[in-house]
């Protein structure tokens, strides 16, 4: 008996440890220095370290080191030489175990017109955030600084050698223009292009992924004067123009009654858009947006992700939150990395409520973070909406984890009056679930009603994933005045001869959780 519960007791403790939590953390620094988190890195442990960027492109950026339960056990403020570090990678060493990579520029000054100068710093660091070496290395004098709108730094992608291929958008001695390397884990610069074709402070880069492994070339997003291109760097560094993603059709939905938005044409908008690889000769593109009806031309607009070949020719996409409108939806994608792909699993991120990715420091409004989950061919698995009260978030990143969920990197303050801001942290598990065991409370929602306020409609957009048995408006004294039971993927409450003020929104599922949702009614 006693071997059989010792026995018994190994068990637990195996699966145990295998065992992932899920976490919602938020973080005030204590140096009262304003950051969020921007990037994120799971570690052997499944812990995670984090990069945490201030507001200011003066202010010294933070490390983090967050246990598998969320909790933050070390913290790094670190210096070279008196200057400022501002991070733009977070990788796994390739070459050892348990040691990971941070790259990052230094920043010279103390004011808000200081900026970024011309030197990268390469950082070796343990799980712990213990620094076993760091480099830097010097671009030369040709390049003046990395430019900083909107706290743009450049990109980095990791090879399968170790290496890591840089872009950037640079001030040189020559004018603007982009600056391609490749350099070593050590920090040493194998090669060194510049490029001033198209050149123009305006530009901006947006996106850098890889293109094909074999070939060594890449693909990134710049937005220009006139909207944002899909450019192609070779293997000798020369970048070709594509296409301008404006004219990107999406797809074509024949006038087909029983397909959701028949006798409509989904294009790409101009709100900022991201890309990343989905095989040797495929990629994935996703932005907010719009929407023609050939019948009547209707315009609205819409979130997306397709699947992209080096054509611009959409092989497959999924399309939400399509609602007619005139003009663009306070939709926007994760700003750093809005999707994630593993072996078997697409993971897409955005924030419902924002006009704009740097939207939040200023003005910032109430907002919902929602996270996707498609299969491989671009089938929706479940899509889950998370926040509370009118408060405010913004995300960076979101990383694929290892125990098949996901977890997101970005900024959060409290309602009312967003006087607090803090790095924020949610790592959800492979259902979108921020929380386990019978007494904990998720913040997670299977559905998203917009718009809000309404004036005619409102739409009710549910996770494929959920049964909903009915939807149901009440006024404030509890009078029912609207209802619908054995609600679609996509149900419209019509509230238009309903008198202005404030209704709530309850919505039943057939496992017999309630929701409910203050609606206003303009």
């Known amino acids: 008996m006693k071997k059989l519960l010792s026995l018994l007791a190994i068990v637990f ?73 501002k991070y733009c990678g977070l990788f796994k060493d390739n070459g050892q175990d348990d040691e990971y990579i941070a790259i990052a520029v230094l920043s010279n000054g103390n004011t808000s017109q200081s900026c970024v100068r011309n030197e990268i710093a390469v950082l070796h660091l343990d799980a712990g955030l213990e620094i076993k070496s760091h480099q830097t290395c010097s671009l030369g004098e040709n390049v003046i600084n990395f430019l900083s709108k909107n ?171 399509c609602i007619r409108n005139t003009g663009p939806l306070n939709r926007v994608i994760a700003n750093v990395q809005a999707l994630s792909v593993t072996n078997d699993a697409i993971y897409h991120c955005g924030v419902n409520g924002l006009k704009s990715q740097t939207q939040g420091y200023v003005r910032p409004e109430p907002s919902e973070i929602v996270v996707s989950k498609f299969d491989m061919n671009l089938n929706l698995i479940w899509r889950r909406w998370y926040g509370v009260n009118d408060d405010f978030y913004n995300v960076n990143t979101i990383l694929a984890t290892e125990d098949g969920g996901c977890i997101l990197a970005g900024y959060h303050a409290e309602a009312p009056g967003y006087y607090a801001y803090y790095s924020y942290i949610l790592k959800v598990d492979e259902n979108g679930y921020d929380a386990i065991g019978e007494n904990v409370e998720s913040i997670a929602k299977p559905y998203f009603c917009y718009p809000n306020p309404a004036k005619d409609i409102v739409y009710i957009e549910l996770s494929p994933d959920v049964n909903c048995q009915s939807v149901e408006l009440y006024t404030l004294d509890g009078r029912l005045v609207k209802t619908c039971h054995g609600a679609s993927q996509q149900t419209t409450i019509n509230v238009e001869n309903l008198n202005a003020g404030v209704y709530i929104l309850k919505i039943k599922m057939a496992d017999g959780r309630e929701f409910s949702e203050k609606i206003i009614k303009e």
């Not at 056990?73 to 670190?78: D, H, V, Y």
């Not at 610069?189 to 510049?194: A, G, R, W």
């Not at 020369?238 to 009654?257: G, S, Y």
């Open 13 to 85: 403790l195996a699966f145990a440890g295998e065992a992932q939590n899920y976490f919602e953390t938020k973080i005030k620094h204590d140096d009262n220095i304003i950051r969020d988190a921007a990037l994120v890195l799971e570690t052997l442990d499944h812990g995670f370290i984090v990069s945490c960027r201030t507001k200011f492109i003066y202010q010294n950026d933070m490390l983090l080191k967050l246990s598998p339960e969320g909790e933050v056990t070390n913290s790094l403020a670190f210096q070279i030489d008196g200057k400022n570090i």
């Open 151 to 321: 706290r743009e730094m450049p990109r980095f992608v990791q090879e399968d050698s170790g290496n890591f291929f840089m872009a950037a958008h640079c001030q040189m001695t020559n004018g603007y223009g982009y600056l391609y390397l490749r350099m070593t884990p050590n920090g040493d610069i194998v090669k060194m292009e510049e490029d001033y074709s198209h050149d123009g402070e305006p530009d901006q880069l947006m996106a850098l992924f890889e293109r094909n492994k074999a070939e060594k070339n890449y693909g990134m997003i710049r937005l220009q004067n006139d909207g944002e291109y899909y450019y192609k760097i070779d293997s000798a560094f020369n970048a070709t123009r594509i296409a301008r993603l404006l004219n990107t059709t999406i797809k074509t939905v024949q006038n087909d009654p029983q397909q959701q938005h028949p006798d409509t044409t989904f294009q790409y908008a101009y709100m900022g858009g991201y890309m990343t690889t989905y095989d040797e000769e495929t990629f994935l593109l996703t932005s907010p947006g719009f929407f023609l009806k050939h019948y009547g031309g209707i315009l609205g607009w819409n979130h997306y992700v397709a699947k992209i070949n080096d054509s611009m020719q959409a092989l497959v996409a999924d399309t939400w939150d």
